[in-house]
């Protein structure tokens, strides 16, 4: 792709700037300085030269706007004194000074005045724009092409070249993201075909995912495949130093946008003008530049009608919880794409589009090298093969060997697990059993629907792996078994990790956390326990819409009733952990199976999962009624 942009060399800009400064300031000093220090004359007031004048003292004077000099009369011929005065309206002056036979006449127009009034005019508000660009070729993200260019939108504009153009083809296990992204290519390509149906073209897509998954790439992409005009520009670029630049620049670049429909407007970085505007960024002060910002961004992804020119707002970010709920409405962000961590048959593909591009050895064995790099992103696969090819070529080598993707994987890995993405072998089994444990207690349990998926590639920011529930069908209603199941399922996880190591790991703790909200609900929420009766000890949730339901005041309570609350949670908690252990004793080795297998392959899903989870052996009716 050919990026349409003026070179730029800041360094030479900041020279130019300051010696526009420097010159300003010399033409200031010599427009000011002659008074401050030229011959000073004494200033009298008015009515003394008056009355000089009546006397007869003064022997010549000189009338000019501001300033009257005249001198007085010489004694034993020597010159009077020079004084002056500022005049007052007085049009008797001249006949006064006639009639006392003084000598006057008006001051000369001073040679040059034309030229000093252009100083006078000139250089101040070029200093002025002068000093203007300085800060801004300073603190701004990049400098600006012109005095008046502080505001115009810095977008990259990418059109589409043959030769350069990024298709699906280039991005590679992000399947889901491909999927849903063609139809965007789609509504680019033939808009008309939706709008006469009375479809909707959707305006925003919002790209979610770790950094390095392909967010950008996946976006060029589509403006590759739709062969549209691809504009890019990044959200913190939006923030500037002058309050109201930010909202310009938006309106700037949809602007441009509008002018090449259809095309894509892609905002990197959501985040950094998309955080919520309800406090909770800890922002004191300049946040209303940032609002300003995006309140333009909503106005004009509300303001393109449909069928008016097809412009598709894509947006990444990594933070999608701290942006504002007003971004992700229907009309603007609605649709949002995971772009997540790759696994084992993502990351293999993404090795063979980059080994392409390097010779390879006769002894590469992309499958082994994608096996061994468990969490890592597209990007980061992208820099080790680079970082193998540099390695090769460092020992002067004509082709890359396995032995050096396997130092280059040393190097990688030992980058990121400063960022601590990446799993030990020993950290990847237990993550293995605990998922699988899930798993098996999901199955076996009542109210946990199917489960679809096990995954050991860390996904997003906390999870190491995950266990995915789908619900066999819409459930409004739970009942008590079912909720006891769920929380079974949850303590899955924590339970194999002792059957299996005898030890528990820190990793649990966001599953020990829902289960004991479930277990207060069922007490506090559902009035279902025996103990406390149908009563409601919770003050309801006021704040659903909110979603800060965690929020959960109790009723004002007596003492033996909140610890009657207490004593049943941890009952019913501790009897579903009961139940999860025995469970897994009793498919020990099922368990052992499937985790192997995991181990292996890192993702477990759809009918093969299927197969593997029918072998699970569920409690007999008399232990597991044990519990209710
Ligand atoms: P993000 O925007 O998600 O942070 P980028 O799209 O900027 O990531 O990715 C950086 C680079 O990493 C890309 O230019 C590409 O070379 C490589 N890359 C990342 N993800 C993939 C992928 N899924 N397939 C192929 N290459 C990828
Ligand atoms: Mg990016
Ligand atoms: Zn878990």
């Known amino acids: 792709m050919a990026i349409k942009d003026k070179p730029k060399t800041p360094r030479n800009r900041q020279i130019a700037n300051i010696l526009f400064l420097l010159a300003g300031l010399f033409f200031l000093a010599n427009l000011l300085l002659p008074s401050f220090f030229g011959p000073q004359i004494p200033r009298v007031p008015y009515s003394m030269f008056i009355d000089q004048v009546q006397d007869g003292k003064v022997n010549r004077a000189q009338v000019g706007q501001d300033e009257i000099r005249y001198q007085l009369k010489g004694e034993d011929s020597q010159p009077g004194q020079v004084l002056s005065t500022t005049p007052i309206f007085d049009l008797e002056l001249p006949q006064r000074l006639e009639k006392n036979g003084v000598e006057f006449a008006a001051v000369p127009p001073p040679k040059g005045n034309w030229f000093s009034t252009l100083l006078g ?17 300073r603190f701004g993200a990049g400098a600006p092409q012109g005095a008046l260019s ?3 939108s810095k977008a990259k504009v990418y059109v589409e070249g043959e030769s350069t153009k990024v298709t699906f083809a280039d991005v590679a296990g992000v399947e889901e993201a491909k999927t849903e992204l063609v139809e965007v290519v789609d509504f680019l390509k033939s808009p008309q075909r939706f709008i006469n149906i009375g479809a909707k073209i959707p305006k925003g897509v919002l790209l979610v995912g770790p950094p390095g998954t392909g967010k950008t790439l996946l ?13 890019s520009i990044s959200g913190s670029e939006f923030v500037e130093l002058f309050v109201g630049a930010g909202a310009a620049r938006v309106r700037d670049l949809f602007e441009q946008a509008k002018q090449k429909a259809p095309c894509i407007v892609f905002i990197d970085e959501l985040d950094a003008i998309g955080k919520s505007r ?4 800890g922002f004191v002060g300049g946040n209303d530049e940032r609002e300003q910002t995006l309140n333009q961004l909503l106005t004009e992804m509300d303001g393109f009608a449909v069928g008016e020119a097809t ?8 933070r999608p919880e701290v942006l504002d709920p007003a971004l992700l409405r229907p009309g603007r962000f609605d649709r949002q794409v995971l772009v997540d961590r790759p696994d084992l048959a993502g990351r293999l593909k993404i090795l063979e589009i980059y080994a392409n591009k390097v010779k390879l050895g006769g002894d590469i064995d992309l499958k082994a090298i994608a096996t061994r790099t468990p969490g890592f992103a597209g990007a980061d696969l992208a820099n080790l093969v680079n970082e193998a090819a540099l390695l090769a070529a460092r020992n002067r080598r004509e082709q890359v060997s396995q032995a050096d993707f396997a130092e280059a994987i040393e190097r990688v890995v030992a980058g990121l697990e400063k960022k601590s993405r990446v799993l030990s072998d020993k950290e990847k089994t237990i993550v293995a059993y605990h998922e699988v444990g899930h798993a098996l207690v999901g199955a076996a349990m009542p109210g946990g629907g199917k489960v679809a998926k096990i995954s050991i590639v860390p996904r997003g920011m906390a999870a190491l792996g995950y266990t995915l529930q789908l619900p066999t069908e819409d459930r409004f209603l739970m009942d008590e078994a079912e909720i006891r199941g769920q ?20 990793g649990a703790s966001n ?16 009035g279902m326990s025996k103990v406390l009766g149908p009563l409601a000890y919770d003050k309801g949730q006021s704040n659903q819409f909110l979603g800060n339901s965690a929020m959960n005041p109790r009723r004002m309570v007596s003492d033996e009733t909140a610890k009657a609350i207490d004593d049943e949670v941890k009952e019913i908690v501790e009897t579903a952990h009961r139940q999860a252990v025995e469970l897994l004793n009793k498919n020990r080795d099922l368990l052992e199976k499937i985790a192997q297998q995991i181990l292996e392959v890192e993702v477990i899903e759809g009918e093969q999962l299927q197969n593997l989870l029918n072998q699970v052996q569920s409690l007999d009716k008399a232990t597991a009624a044990i519990g209710s």
Do not use: H
């Open 121 to 137: 005019w000139i250089i101040p508000p070029l200093i002025f724009v002068g000093i203007l660009q300085f800060f801004a070729g």
């Open 150 to 152: 502080i505001t115009k």
């Open 219 to 231: 976006a060029k992409a589509v403006a590759g495949e739709a062969g549209v005009a691809f504009f």
């Open 278 to 281: 309800a406090g909770g960024g």
């Open 311 to 318: 412009v598709i707002v894509l947006a990444a970010t990594n």
């Open 487 to 506: 929380i079974a399922t949850l303590l899955g996880g924590r339970s194999a990790e002792e059957v299996v190591f005898g030890s528990i790991t820190t």
């Open 511 to 526: 599953d020990l956390q829902r289960a004991t909200d479930l277990a207060e609900q069922m007490v506090t929420t559902y």
